[in-house]
């Protein structure tokens, strides 16, 4: 078999990410006109409308930070100096070569709810409200609009143009192998100066400004130092599942013949240790927020949960979120063969996906709509959309280059890689 094989996405798969994408374009049409046609008191048509912008926010969002795990995964990998992910490094890039479309997309979101009328998302874009509320006003030199919107242009522009440095190298070797002992060594070099400086962009990004802007600012009023970890460790044990499903993907259609199940097997422990790791966060925050019972950290929970004064309409979407995203991979990937086998990676890989995209819902909505859960269908229907898309931008990148990086100076390590 060939290994400059090269992906051609066939006209059934083509269908399917269209037909996704039109569902998703029909689920937000018919979410607006739903949310916009309310009457009643002002602060009831503003919920309304608050709906409809709180869903394109929890979409954009993940499935942004996803196809940017990929990114981190690559970068992380290449400082590491592993050899074992060149097999399907192509996979990792064709996924992060989403982040530039979804990043303008989720960019364009969250400036339009920024800078729009609507407060009931981020009450700190009220000024007058900021001005009466001693929280808000003290936090308002890092939550301001001007702010935000530096942070959120930098980090798509940076992820962007980082992500397609690290691809454009990795082309290179293509047309370009490095011969000599000396060229591979600059080639590494490089390559891990490349890789240093995205993390050293992805630490002051999701690591620690990105999810207080984005998403914890919701909830003005609370906060919690572990927000951001938490936020990694959801959206990157969901990169690692949508790699591992391209992967099991190409490898069913005959592709990808330096792949074997050593390394699917790698993918699976990561999805294991990462949904433990999440967990991991998940608990702490939780546990130590609910043992301190301090009014302003536990209504964070309380809004999701419940209490004897709060029906904590969200218990079951919360609960369902925890059980899906720790209990599942935990049992079923506690085996070595269960990580080995195709089938189970690929439910596996799905229903890590669809649980973080839960965790995604319950950190947005109960600030937003707290007395009532939405109707969830419009928002499934809405991320069918960004699944269509990352279908066809992975595919596009998947097309254009040799799935196989022969020339690269770890490749053997690859091939002749054993867990």
């Keep these: 078999m060939s290994t400059v094989e090269k992906f051609i996405p066939t006209k059934k798969y083509n269908t399917i990410a269209y037909v996704l994408m039109g569902v998703g374009l029909i689920a937000a049409i018919a979410l607006y006109i739903s949310t916009h046609g309310v009457t009643g008191s002002e602060e009831e048509v ?16 993940y499935f942004l930070l996803v196809v940017n795990a990929a990114m981190f995964f690559m970068c992380a990998t ?19 070569s989403a982040v530039p479309v ?11 709810i920024v800078f729009g009328g609507n407060h009931v998302i981020y009450h700190w874009t009220d000024t007058a409200h900021v001005e009466h509320d001693p929280v808000l006003k003290f936090k308002s030199g890092f939550l301001n609009k001007t702010f935000y919107t530096v942070v959120t242009v930098f980090t798509v522009v940076f992820w962007s143009f980082l992500g397609w440095k690290m691809r454009q190298r990795s082309r290179s070797l293509d047309t370009n192998p490095p011969v000599t002992v000396e060229a591979r060594k600059k080639f590494l070099w490089d390559n891990t100066v490349m890789a240093a400086l995205y993390i050293v962009v992805f630490a002051l990004t999701i690591m620690s400004s990105l999810p207080w802007l984005w998403l914890m600012s919701i909830d003005a009023h609370w906060f919690s130092t572990m927000y951001s ?23 069913n259609n005959g592709m990808l013949p330096a792949v074997n199940k050593e390394h699917l097997h790698d ?41 004897a004064y709060n029906p904590g309409h969200y218990a079951g979407i919360f609960w369902t979120m925890l059980t899906i995203n720790f209990v599942g991979p935990i049992l079923i990937f506690m085996s070595r063969d269960s990580k080995r086998n195709y089938t189970i990676v690929t439910f596996v890989s799905i229903l890590i996906l669809f649980g973080h995209w839960l965790d995604f819902f319950q950190m947005v909505f109960p600030a937003v709509s707290p007395n009532k859960v939405p ?45």
């Excluded at 959801?234 to 499903?245: D, H, P, R, W």
């Excluded at 690859?414 to 867990?419: C, E, L, N, Y």
């Design 102 to 112: 979804i990043g303008v997309i989720a960019a364009v979101i969250l400036l339009s």
């Design 229 to 251: 970890w938490y936020t990694f460790a959801s959206t990157f044990v969901a990169g690692i599942a949508l790699i591992s499903l391209y992967v099991v993907f190409l490898k």
């Design 267 to 307: 993918l699976g422990k990561f999805m294991f240790a990462f949904s433990i790791f999440w967990t991991y966060l998940w608990f702490s925050q939780f546990m130590l927020i609910w043992y301190s019972n301090q009014p302003e950290e536990t209504v964070y929970f309380v809004n999701r949960i419940g209490n």
């Design 375 to 419: 109707n969830i269908a419009f928002d499934m229907g809405i991320a069918m959309f960004f699944v269509g898309l990352i279908m066809l931008l992975v595919a596009r990148t998947l097309s254009k280059y040799p799935l196989t990086v022969e020339n690269h100076p770890f490749a053997k390590e690859s091939v002749i890689h054993h867990t």
């Design 46 to 61: 503003h919920r309304s409308h608050a709906r409809f912008w709180a869903s394109l926010l929890q979409n954009s969002v």
């Design 78 to 96: 290449t400082l590491a100096w592993g050899g074992w992910q060149i097999g399907f490094s192509r996979v990792t890039e064709a996924v992060s």
